[in-house]
């Protein structure tokens, strides 16, 4: 994280900068499998949450102000393929790619409207990452990289 914590999958507790382990926040009520993703400018932690059994995913935010629990947001994949990578910009949006599919979500926007790109080449998304000035970098498994700018409330 940009806090200098270690998150890892499976595991009870991350790491801590000061190297001390934390117990995990609790999950979001029901039977959920969270995945930490991405961390925010703004002190929020962002993960894919699936379902105990079930197919369908769904964004949850471990908020800056409520850091003990996860929250579901109500932002799923609905009839996009399933999200195996996320990131989150300078902005506050959240980007979610699937293996052909990148799709940005303004979680701050009253509509929390979800923009949804096909990959421009014939190759799957093997990483999404913030960078300087606005900036989404996707990275396909040929070998290329792409980069999206991005402003508030505009298409990329």
Not at 77 to 96: E, I, K, N, P, Y
Not at 116 to 134: E, G, L, Q
Request: proline content about 7%; overall charge negative; glycine content about 8%.
């Amino acid at each position: 994280s940009r806090r200098g914590d270690l998150w890892a999958a499976g595991c009870r507790a991350y790491r801590r900068i000061d190297a001390r382990f934390v117990p995990d926040p609790l999950p979001p009520d029901g039977e959920w499998a969270v995945r930490p993703c991405a961390d925010d400018s703004y002190g929020n932690f962002w993960a894919i949450a699936v379902p105990s059994g079930g197919t369908r995913q769904e964004i949850a935010v471990l908020s800056r102000e409520q850091p003990h629990q996860w929250e579901m947001t109500g932002i799923h994949s609905g009839q996009l393929a399933a999200w195996r990578l996320a990131c989150a910009d300078d902005l506050g949006a959240v980007w979610l790619a699937s293996d052909r599919t990148l799709q940005r979500i303004d979680p701050q926007s009253e509509s929390r409207g979800a923009q949804a790109f096909k990959s421009p080449i014939d190759s799957d998304i093997t990483a999404v990452a913030p960078v300087a000035n606005r900036q989404i970098i996707v990275g396909f498994d040929d070998g290329s990289i792409r980069e999206f700018s991005v402003k508030r409330e505009s298409k990329p």
